[in-house]
């Protein structure tokens, strides 16, 4: 796959979009699975047999990029051990622990909201 050019509306918006911290912080952790990961990584390291069994939905090749992604962003440390068989460890860095309070605090509000739509739907009904 190619480069985005430098002059696409995309790339444009993306610039724009990154100058706000929180849009970039929301770039960061966004997308389907990568809140989750970090989140299952929050108490312990966990090898990559163990993610994925406690993420039921996610493919072997979506956890290996979303891990990969979050590896480069600093957000998760990979650490290989010369071992036979060869064995590699996910845990959080400081700076993605430093999230904890805030995707706490995120689960909560969802809940709430779900709930408040949940009777929204039933007051329409």
């Not at 790339?11 to 989750?36: H, M, P, T």
């Not at 962003?73 to 071992?83: H, M, N, P, Q, S």
């Not at 430093?98 to 039933?122: C, M, S, T, V, Y």
Request: proline share 2%; charged share 35%.
């Amino acid at each position: 796959m190619g480069n985005i050019k430098e002059s696409s509306t995309n790339n444009i918006n993306k610039q724009y979009i990154q100058e706000c911290d929180l849009s970039y912080a929301v770039c960061k952790i966004g997308g389907r699975w990568k809140l989750f990961i970090l989140s299952k990584l929050k108490d312990e390291k966990l090898r990559f047999s163990e993610l994925k069994r406690s993420i039921s939905g996610i493919t072997e090749r979506m956890l290996t990029l979303q891990l990969r992604e979050l590896e480069k962003e600093g957000l998760v440390k990979r650490t290989v051990y010369a071992e036979v068989p060869p064995r590699v460890d996910y845990e959080l860095t400081e700076i993605a622990r430093e999230l904890i309070p805030i995707w706490d605090a995120l689960n909560e509000w969802g809940g709430k909201h779900r709930k408040f739509i949940e009777l929204q739907d039933e007051c329409e009904e």
